[in-house]
């Protein structure tokens, strides 16, 4: 419950700071839906142990959905999901990952070109390891926080930087770094994330409305 009430109040800052920062851009660069690769690399490998042997595993692949919408200049909401597994011999790890939130944006230059971009997010997680078809599962569930610098260099080009905080049953921190190639329409996005024991790298197709 005490999750929930922190996850309410930082959804509701976010939107006090709306309002108390709204300032007038041409942006809807948070409108947009996203399909893309997923990669994971562990820090160290697991290894899952048989009767007679060991299967290692040193990463997982999967899909990233991501959907954003932006109703004005400076808010919006979004969701993403990363799902990404991979099997051996007789065995197989899963992971998925979504985030659920809204966040705002407040500009740091005259044109808008740089801009603060903050977020506020309930975060789902599943782990699950299957050996011989026996699967057990665990749930790690809580909120996170999100703040970083996007920065424009051109009406086709951008980049992202930003740290998250997630507050989950193991708490832990988040490196981002993300590009964006194309306007409105078509185009592409890139990022990579650094966890504490663990990284990630997404390519995807994007399309902003």
């Known amino acids: 419950m005490s999750r929930s009430v922190n996850t309410l109040a930082i959804l509701a800052s976010l939107l006090v700071a709306n309002c108390l920062y709204a300032q007038e851009t041409s942006s809807r660069e948070f409108t947009y839906l ?3 690769i997923a990669v994971m690399n562990f820090d160290e490998d697991i290894q899952l142990d048989l009767r007679n042997s060991t299967v290692v595993y040193e990463g997982l692949s999967g899909i990233n959905l991501s959907a954003s919408w932006q109703p004005n200049d400076q808010a919006f ?3 993403d999901t990363y799902s990404v597994n991979n099997s051996g011999y007789n065995t197989e790890l899963s992971f998925f990952d979504m985030y659920l939130g809204a966040g705002f944006l407040f500009p740091l230059s005259q044109d808008a070109s740089t801009q603060f971009v903050g977020k506020g997010f309930i975060v789902g997680r599943t782990y699950e390891a299957c050996i011989y078809g026996f699967c057990a599962e ?6 996170g926080i999100e703040a970083g610098i996007r920065h424009s260099f051109s009406p086709v080009a951008a980049v992202d930087v930003a740290w998250q905080h997630l507050a ?3 708490s832990g921190s988040v490196f981002r770094i993300g590009l ?3 306007g409105k329409g078509h185009g592409f996005y890139g990022d990579f994330k650094l966890y504490d024991d663990a990284s990630m790298t ?3 197709y994007r399309y902003t409305f």
Do not use: K
Request: net charge negative; aromatic share 10%; hydrophobic share 50%.
């Open 202 to 204: 997404t390519l995807a």
């Open 180 to 182: 964006h190639l194309g």
């Open 168 to 170: 989950l049953d193991e």
């Open 138 to 143: 665990i749930d790690d569930d809580g909120f």
């Open 34 to 36: 996203q399909v893309g």
């Open 77 to 79: 909401i979004f969701l």
